[in-house]
Structure formats: C-alpha cells, structure tokens
C-alpha cells in the first residue's frame, strides 16, 4: 500500500514503539490518529506534529471511545487505511503468589488491554476500511498488531501476558483468512527486548542481565527498529498472515 496520503490510526501511539511508528509514517507522508490514555503527551506530540496528526484520547478497552476515535479520524481525514495497535500493559504475577492465587482481576486487566483492546481497534478500522475504494492491487487496508517474544518463551510471572500475546499471534491467521474477501491484510510484529518506556523502567542491572544474553545485535532494539518493520509490511502486498518476530534471534529463558 502507498504511504503517502495514507491515513494510519495508532494506538499506543503516544510513547515508545507506537510514538516511533508515528513520527516515521508521518515523514512518509501518511496522515496519522494517535489513540493514547496520556492526553498531555498524544496532544503534545500533535501539536508539534502539525495538521497532519490528531489525538484522540482512547481507552482501547472501551468501545465507544475506539468508535468515537474512528469517526473523528474518519471526519477529519476522510477514511482509514492503516490500524497499527501498539497499546499494551504488562503485570508479573506467578499464579501462585506467597498472598495465594493470583487476582482474577489482574489477569483479566491484561487479557482485556493486550487481546481485547487490539481487537477492538482492528474491528472499529476495518468496519471503515471495507469501504475504501482498492488500489491497482486490490487493497483496501492493513492491520498491524504487536504481540511479543513472550508469546512463545514466557518467563515465570508472565503468565497472563504471554497467553494475550499467543492469542494475537494466534487469531492473525484467522483473521486474514476473513479478511481477504476485503482486501485488508493483517499482520503482526513479535518484538523482542526493545527500549521501550516499560523495558526502561526496569533496573539496570537487570537492562544489562538481558541484553547479555541476547545474540546479534547485543543491545536493545530502537522504537525506530520497530517502525521500519510496520513500514515494510505496509509497503509489501505479500506479507498478510503471519508473525514476524523482531528480536535478532532472541529467545526467552524459564527464568
């Protein structure tokens, strides 16, 4: 799909990987919706931007606020062409912790932020892609989902994480397969350890502790990394179905 001209909604899209995606799609020329809970930072961020990015403050959970964030995309932009969802939360928990069982509630948050919330923004996108006219090839949209590394080596305490994840990658298939009648592809990225506000607020020693183990490059990975890989699946009309895993050959110990 051609970038220029596009109109991308993101969410998650006022920090880390989904800010990097932003800045990289908007100097491609496309025009962007940042969907964030942090209205100081999204409304920061598309001021400096200029006319082309809006902030709409959007819990991804809630499905009157991804619809009222579609439609001010759709009002001010005209359509959707891309939905990148990059909103997430992480919480370790073993499921036996010393206070007992882990809180239903906590494993809940974090299957509805991480599995709900990108399905809710994928249904909301795609509901207006469906209407766009194809492009020479027959395009009409793509979707771009961000699971993890842990969706197939969770650690210990990553339980609840790690099954949100495995189901993105899980239902990316599924969904391509309904999808392709429309013209919409979907994909979606499987980072690994990235320099993320929620990996940089983990102690330093434990920051090294990880990037010692990791093979090529041993370092962290840059939002921009990330941002590069949404440009080309947009760009490549034969990526549609699968998971790429963007992690220089990482993978995650039991401990």
Do not use: W
Not at 81 to 104: E, F, N, Q, R
Not at 187 to 208: C, H, N, S
């Amino acid at each position: 799909m051609e970038i220029k001209n596009a109109v991308a909604v993101i969410s998650g899209g006022a920090s880390g990987l989904g800010e990097a995606t932003c800045r990289l799609l908007l100097e491609k020329g496309a025009k962007i919706a940042i969907l964030d809970l942090n209205a100081a930072r999204g409304e920061s961020i598309a001021s400096e931007l200029g006319d082309s990015v809006i902030f709409c403050k959007t819990d991804v959970t809630n499905t009157d606020d991804v619809k009222k964030a579609i439609e001010k995309t759709v009002g001010i932009f005209g359509t959707v062409h891309i939905a990148i969802s990059c909103a997430g939360v992480i919480y370790a928990s073993k499921i036996l912790t010393k206070d007992g069982p882990i809180k239903m509630d906590i494993f809940a948050k974090v299957v509805q932020v991480n599995l709900l919330g990108t399905v809710n923004v994928i249904r909301s996108a795609a509901e207006q892609m469906v209407k766009n006219p194809p492009n020479s090839n027959g395009e009409k949209g793509v979707v771009i989902s961000t699971a993890s590394g842990a969706a197939f080596e969770g650690q210990i305490g990553q339980a609840a994480y790690s099954a949100s994840k495995a189901a993105l990658v899980g239902m990316t298939l599924p969904i391509a397969r309904e999808f392709a009648e429309y013209g919409i592809r979907i994909m979606t990225i499987a980072p690994g350890l990235f320099e993320t506000p929620l990996v940089q607020a983990l102690p330093l020693k434990v920051r090294d502790a990880l990037i010692a183990k990791l093979p090529f490059p041993r370092r962290m990975g840059k939002p921009h990394e990330f941002s590069m890989m949404c440009l080309q699946i947009i760009k490549n009309p034969m990526l549609n179905g699968r998971t790429i895993r963007l992690d220089g050959a990482a993978t995650m110990e039991s401990k």
